[in-house]
């Protein structure tokens, strides 16, 4: 093991990584909240300014993937949807197998230029989730509670509010709703056979009340729809500890635009469509997992050095006062001083563990075990 592949793997290296993003975090955020004040005098500069600081916070973890573990990720396509990319708003369709499939999409935001704007309908919880939370309020992120009946205009406002936003947008829907599990996948199967739908084999049966909103609310803003279909080479299912700890996945995703006239404007067509969407989602994942690629032409857009250049400007900032005072602490041999200085650390590893938490899929909601027996 070489000395950079062993530090990866020491949890005081983890542990200065998340100082500096939650410390440098809470000062995006301190500084977002003090732009509120743009809001009424220039919203649009208030969007620009918000979207570069999420930016600064984001690409931190973006360069986890990158740089740190050296994650690569594919495209499978062809070269007019990819040319696409970065210069046009559109809803961002994506399977929610992993506890990474977030980062490798965010990694494809960054690399076309719309990791600040990308936006995402959101669970209500996360709103409640310090520095991610907190970050997505200011970027107007729409929040929902996962029920229709009280999230309806709360998402149709929050949606039409996008519709003059002045950066390209990828507005990424999960529309299944919460994450692949064996045992939300067979009651989802049980609603999909007493409904008479095509039984899926790698997916959740998709909510299509959130598409068809989206595409209805955005329709004249949104100029298209991406379908990506995500998956990781050799049958790994990675995670951000993983990812923490240096290891290295090859993530291929499948990606097909669809323009949005070609998608019906009545709500029940626009649903139908979806769960075809889903069926040929099912089948390309069948293929990868017997082929072990997706169709289509292969693209690896090249990292970009910003991702890096703004964690070593955060780490450089945040950590020589940290390693300073930590040097006086314990020069000083105040029992005291340093028994509250290693609570300081032990509260932040329990802090940055709490974060990592979030992205895990046994540490996932309940939503889906029993919600899809209930009507949509």
Not at 180 to 196: D, L, N, P, Q, Y
Not at 266 to 285: R, S
Request: positive net charge; contains cysteine.
């Amino acid at each position: 093991m070489g000395f950079i592949a062993f530090l990866k793997t020491q949890f005081i290296v983890h542990l200065l990584i998340g100082f500096v993003f939650v410390v440098s975090g809470l000062i995006i955020n301190f500084i977002q909240l003090c732009t509120l004040i743009l809001w009424p005098i220039n919203k649009q500069f208030y969007r620009r300014v918000n979207c570069r600081l999420a930016y600064s916070l984001w690409s931190q973890l973006v360069m986890l993937l990158e740089w740190w573990s050296g994650t690569e990720c594919t495209l499978f396509s062809d070269e007019a949807t990819v040319n696409t990319f970065g210069k046009e708003h559109v809803i961002i369709i994506l399977n929610h197998n992993f506890e990474i499939d977030f980062l490798c999409g965010w990694t494809m935001t960054e690399r076309f230029g719309v990791l600040g704007s990308s936006k995402v309908l959101a669970k209500k919880e996360l709103l409640y989730v310090p520095l991610i939370g907190w970050t997505w309020y200011f970027l107007e992120i729409v929040f929902c509670k996962r029920k229709w009946e009280e999230d309806r205009d709360t998402v149709i406002e929050g949606l039409k509010r996008l519709a003059d936003y002045p950066e390209y947008m990828w507005f990424l829907l999960y529309c299944e709703g919460t994450r692949f599990t064996e045992t939300k996948h067979r009651i989802s199967m049980e609603v999909a056979e007493s409904k008479g739908l095509p039984k899926l084999k790698y997916h959740l049966l998709p909510r299509t009340k959130g598409f068809t909103t989206a595409v209805q609310c955005l329709r004249g803003t949104v100029s298209a729809v991406y379908d990506v279909t995500l998956n990781f080479r050799g049958n790994k299912n990675p995670s951000l500890l993983g990812i923490l700890y240096g290891k290295k996945y090859e993530a291929d995703m499948c990606v097909r635009r669809f323009p949005l006239e070609d998608i019906p404007q009545d709500e029940k067509e626009a649903a139908n469509w979806l769960h075809k969407l889903y069926q040929e989602k099912d089948a390309l994942q069948e293929m990868y997992n017997q082929e072990g690629t997706f169709p289509g032409q292969q693209f690896k857009p090249p990292r970009r050095p910003w991702t890096l250049l703004n964690f070593l400007f955060w780490a450089t900032v945040l950590l020589s006062p940290l390693f300073t005072f930590g040097f006086g602490v314990f020069a000083s041999g105040s029992p005291l001083l340093i028994l509250a200085f290693l609570g300081f650390v032990g509260a932040a590893s329990f802090g940055v563990r709490r974060l990592i938490g979030v992205t895990e899929i046994e540490k996932g909601s309940s939503y889906g075990n029993q919600e899809f027996k209930k009507k949509e």
